[in-house]
């Protein structure tokens, strides 16, 4: 039992979500444990968590996207830009700034996996590239969205807002993909030892291509979310926010090697971060040492989670 | 002038013994071959000799002097050096860079002087006869004999009294060879100690002055050159001792695989076939092509020209999961690499030649792969606790039986395995052995590459001998012997 819980970061964060909250619970009883700021601190990680399942996804093959970040913007300033210039209907807007954002995915994959660019060089070309375009399409932001794309983002059901069932229905069919489908098991493959992978049979250079572009595909959708949810669409959503992704997702149990990790494990991530951020608020912690917090958190869980490891099951 | 004394050396790997109680005597100023088949423990011998390894007991005497080398900069200090068969180059950088890594000259300042570096570079170059290479070319843009002789001349670097060659020639011309033997007569006369690794029994009797015999790990006796015929060397390093296999001919007539004309980067216009229930060797010296054969026949490298023709079908294959939709199967060499998912669990590795053999109604089922993994484990006799255990904890031969049982649950029909008993011990390659007899006894064409002769000899129908990229000739189990293959692939 305790040797899982060690093993499986998806178990030891859960233990560790526990403790903060009951301890939070205890020190903050008014503020902490209430149904308003739990369900503010999953509205406000839901945008991250969307784009961390994708994420994850290319961790779990060896790979990361720089360029997420930008993509959530391009895709929003796009939808908006096509409802407001053009008038176009919502599903057409909706689904030209989805195709974006796939192709932004492909540009990227294919030129990875096919012309074996670096993946990080590649996406931190990428991520200026769409940065630039999102300003192109938008200039200083888009406002005045028509009711029904607004109402995406905004509306609720069961009393909970819609962006939480999003995110939570991303994360349901990507833990079935990855721990269900042939398809996507093979990831765990390439991630482990790529070129054993090729010669198993494993497409590895299409499947890498794939990856990128549902990771791409998945930065659009929180991106037209995120627009929704604002009533407007900015050239600067989304700043940063691939590097908080990929520290949840780290946190969340995936290696940068690639091999390891589970799409649950990408929601724990960016919850406990969520959590500790809000913890932080409550208590007053000023801004300037939320950032040092979060910080050296990433750094002493993974540095525990190494002693551990090598104590109870003997290897590094 | 040194001399160095090597007495009663042995070293036990788990399994096997691979020296046992060598003796070796280096004179100051000679050419000392050392001739024995791969597994000899030739290659142990030299690790233990520069640092590499520590032998379990022995002594290594220079000038006199008990030494214990525990790591390898220490040889270094001592003055022997070695050139690697694998090769020690970095890529990214030049050859000067190379040559004097980490022992690059320094100015008065402390920062490396590159006007000093280029000039020793030069000048070491020049001695060496490689006035073609300029030492600011990047490594990477060398050829392989090239490469090889610039690992040579930082070896030379470091002012060796004592020199090592493991299989030197191996990715030379005959006019490099010739220089590179010019260069070796010359350090000789200035009384350096020259110790030389080669398959090559021609090049031995050619530049050796005495040569040495190893054979499983003992020594067979040393032997002035002129004291010893190519005939008497052979049969001395030959007649490995192993246990009979009982293995009779499974082959039938049909024949499965027919391999014509193929070509590609090492190899040319190689043609064999492979019967029904046969076993069907490569013999060859490390580097002669075999692999890149098996790769281009598994659709893993590309082929220029020729055809593969399976049950009367030519193939288009593009990658390997078509060779593998129709019924071939790769055990790769150097598993850790290429053939294993070290950090994933054995039912893991197992189902990865194909994960669709898990899906129960339309999902992976991770029971149904257990189940599969966990008949596997018991048919091949895999030791370890349970199939969750990762493999990077088993050992070598447990590690190989999960590859071959990753590839079984692919149901082939041809099975080409690479050195599937490398580094593996003795009880483990029987159980491999019995493995493949019994998948030939069912039927299935299998292609084995190895390196060991007796091996060779005691589980394969024939044996096609590969030299250079050519198929050098073709012996049945009834006429193949080691004198006959080690003539065939040395000279």
């Known amino acids: 039992m305790f040797q899982k819980i060690v093993e499986e970061r998806i178990y030891s964060l859960l233990v560790l979500l526990l403790f903060v909250c009951i301890v939070a619970s205890l020190v903050f009883p008014a503020t902490f444990p209430t149904f308003e700021n739990f369900s503010q601190i999953l509205l406000n990680l839901s945008i991250d968590t969307i784009v961390a399942v994708g994420m994850m996804l290319l961790l779990i093959s060896g790979a990361f996207d720089l360029s997420v970040g930008s993509v959530v913007a391009f895709a929003g300033c796009l939808t908006a830009f096509l409802l407001q210039t053009f008038g176009l209907p919502l599903p057409v807007a909706i689904g030209v700034g989805l195709l974006g954002s796939l192709f932004i995915g492909l540009v990227n994959g294919y030129l990875i996996a096919y012309k074996d660019i670096n993946p990080m060089i590649q996406t931190l070309a990428m991520m200026g590239i769409v940065r630039g375009l999102a300003l192109m399409l938008s200039g200083s932001g888009v406002q005045n969205l028509p009711y029904w794309f607004n109402a995406i983002g905004q509306s609720k059901l069961l009393g909970i807002q819609m962006p939480i069932w999003y995110m939570l229905f991303t994360v349901l069919v990507f833990t079935v993909l990855l721990n269900k489908t042939v398809l996507f098991r093979q990831y765990y493959y390439i991630g482990g030892n790529e070129k054993a992978a090729d010669l198993s049979g494993i497409r590895v250079k299409k499947m890498k291509m794939i990856g990128f572009i549902i990771s791409a595909t998945l930065a659009g959708v929180a991106g037209i979310l995120l627009s929704s949810r604002l009533g407007a669409a900015l050239p600067t959503m989304g700043r940063g926010l691939e590097l908080r992704v990929i520290t949840a997702v780290i946190l969340g149990g995936a290696s940068l090697s690639g091999g390891y990790g589970k799409i649950p494990g990408a929601l724990l991530g960016a919850l406990f971060m969520g959590i500790v951020a809000n913890i932080m608020v409550i208590a007053r912690v000023s801004g300037y040492w939320q950032e040092i917090i979060l910080g050296v958190i990433l750094i002493t869980t993974l540095g525990i989670d190494k002693a551990l490891q090598k104590k109870y099951t003997g290897s590094n | ?491």
């Open chain 2, 1 to 491: 002038m040194t001399q160095l004394k090597l007495t009663g050396i042995s070293k036990t790997f788990p399994g096997v013994r691979a020296l046992d109680r060598v003796d070796l005597t280096i004179l100051p100023g000679e050419i000392h071959a050392l001739c024995g088949e791969n597994g000899a423990g030739k290659s142990t011998l030299m690790n233990i000799l520069v640092g590499n390894l520590q032998p379990d007991e022995g002594t290594i005497i220079l000038n006199n002097a008990p030494v214990i080398f525990s790591k390898p900069q220490q040889a270094i200090e001592f003055r022997i050096a070695i050139v690697y068969q694998q090769l020690s180059l970095i890529d990214s950088l030049n050859v000067a860079e190379n040559i004097f890594a980490n022992q690059q000259p320094v100015n008065v300042w402390g920062l490396i002087g590159f006007n000093e570096l280029y000039k020793k570079a030069t000048s070491l170059l020049r001695q060496l006869d490689l006035d073609e290479i300029n030492p600011r070319t990047l490594v990477s843009k060398l050829s392989p004999a090239q490469k090889q002789m610039v690992e040579i001349a930082k070896a030379l670097s470091k002012k060796p009294s004592i020199l090592i060659l493991d299989e030197p020639t191996a990715s030379l011309t005959e006019k490099e060879t010739k220089t590179l033997f010019n260069i070796l007569q010359n350090l000789k006369g200035q009384g350096t100690s020259i110790i030389y690794i080669s398959h090559r029994l021609e090049e031995i009797f050619l530049l050796a002055d005495r040569i040495s015999i190893l054979k499983d790990g003992k020594h067979q006796g040393t032997f002035l050159k002129q004291d010893i015929t190519k005939d008497e060397l052979i049969k001395r390093m030959v007649g490995r001792e192993i246990k009979a296999l009982k293995v009779e001919g499974h082959s039938r007539d049909e024949i499965l695989l027919s391999v014509k004309n193929i070509t590609g980067k090492r190899f040319h216009n190689v043609t064999f076939e492979l019967r029904r229930g046969e076993i069907l060797g490569l013999s060859g010296l490390v580097g002669a092509g075999r692999t890149e054969i098996a790769r281009a026949v598994f659709g893993v490298d590309s082929i220029d020209s020729g055809e593969i023709i399976l049950r009367g079908k030519t193939l288009k294959i593009k990658h390997s999961s078509d060779a593998i939709s129709h019924g071939m199967a790769y055990v790769p060499e150097e598993r850790k690499r290429l053939g294993l998912f070290s950090e994933m669990s054995i039912q893991d590795n197992i189902i990865a030649g194909k994960l669709s053999n898990a899906v129960s109604g339309r999902f992976y089922s991770s029971t149904k792969a257990r189940t599969l993994a966990e008949n596997s484990k018991t048919k091949l006799n895999i030791a370890a606790p349970g199939v969750h255990q990762r493999v990077v904890n088993l050992s070598g031969g447990n590690q190989q039986k999960v590859v071959l049982a990753k590839w079984l649950l692919t149901n082939p029909e041809v099975l080409i395995v690479d050195e599937p008993t490398h580094g593996i011990d003795v009880g483990a390659k029987f159980e491999i052995y019995e493995i493949l007899n019994l998948l030939a006894e069912q039927g299935k064409g299998i292609i084995m590459i190895s390196s060991d002769l007796p091996e060779l000899l005691g589980i394969c129908d024939r044996i096609v001998v590969i030299k250079m990229g050519e198929v050098k000739g073709e012996l049945s189990r009834r006429d193949a012997t080691e004198e006959k293959i080690m003539a065939m692939v040395s000279n």
